[in-house]
T-cell receptor
């Protein structure tokens, strides 16, 4: 079955550590996205990529980094510079940049 | 700047009753509009979308939405709610001049009482 996988589902880290969240898709989609979700704030775009080896900052990119070396993969690194990293992170993909986006199941990151 | 407003943070309806969730958008050109549903701790699932054409669009799970340009609205409706419809619902608009990235509303949490 085609879809988007995110791993792990739950992630715990100590403050000051970098952590990388995985996102893989087998839908053959060109575009991929990372969102952050906090209670009562909807989803906010962190980074997006429309093609391999290219990506752009979203609305809240500070403290995050990404890479897009393969079409199927778009990992997100939450760095120690992110001041409030505890959140639910969602990865999505779309065939083209204006098509509907398909979402993964999410990773809940807790930093203490 | 483009924006999406969902005026109702939380709505409770009785099972079998009709449902309407409100969504207003601010966007200069013809928008691409979406409704997504999210169960607790899960990802988002697309319910329906509007790109162009017929302003009444049908989606999955018996949902429909109507695009009203004059009111800048894209309200979601369902004639008879089931207990399994309890979830959070998000309206979104694509930012056409910025690579199509989505702007999401704050979400409406739907509770269904027996």
């Amino acid at each position: 079955d085609g879809g988007i996988t995110q791993s792990p589902k739950y992630l715990f880290r100590k403050e000051g550590q970098n952590v990388t969240l995985s996102c893989e898709q087998n839908l053959n989609h060109d575009a991929m996205y990372w969102y952050r979700q906090d209670p009562g704030q909807g989803l906010r775009l962190i980074y997006y990529s429309q093609i391999v080896n290219d990506f752009q900052k979203g609305d809240i990119a500070e403290g995050y980094s990404v890479s897009r070396e393969k079409k199927e993969s778009f990992p997100l690194t939450v760095t120690s510079a992110q001041k409030n990293p505890t959140a639910f992170y969602l990865c999505a993909s779309s065939k083209r940049d204006r098509d509907e986006q398909y979402f993964g199941p999410g990773t809940r990151l807790t930093v203490t | 700047a483009q924006s999406v407003t969902q005026p109702d943070i939380h709505i409770t309806v009785s099972e079998g009753a009709s449902l309407e969730l409100r969504c207003n958008y601010s966007y200069g050109a013809t928008p691409y509009l979406f409704w997504y549903v999210q169960s607790p701790g899960q990802g988002l699932q697309l319910l329906l979308k509007y790109f162009s054409g017929d302003t009444l669009v049908q989606g999955i799970k018996g949902f429909e939405a109507e695009f009203k340009r004059s009111q800048s609205s894209f309200n979601l409706r369902k004639p008879s709610v089931h207990w399994s419809d309890a979830a959070e619902y998000f309206c979104a608009v694509a930012r056409g001049n910025q690579g199509g990235k989505l702007i999401f509303g704050q979400g409406t949490e739907l509770s269904v009482k027996p």
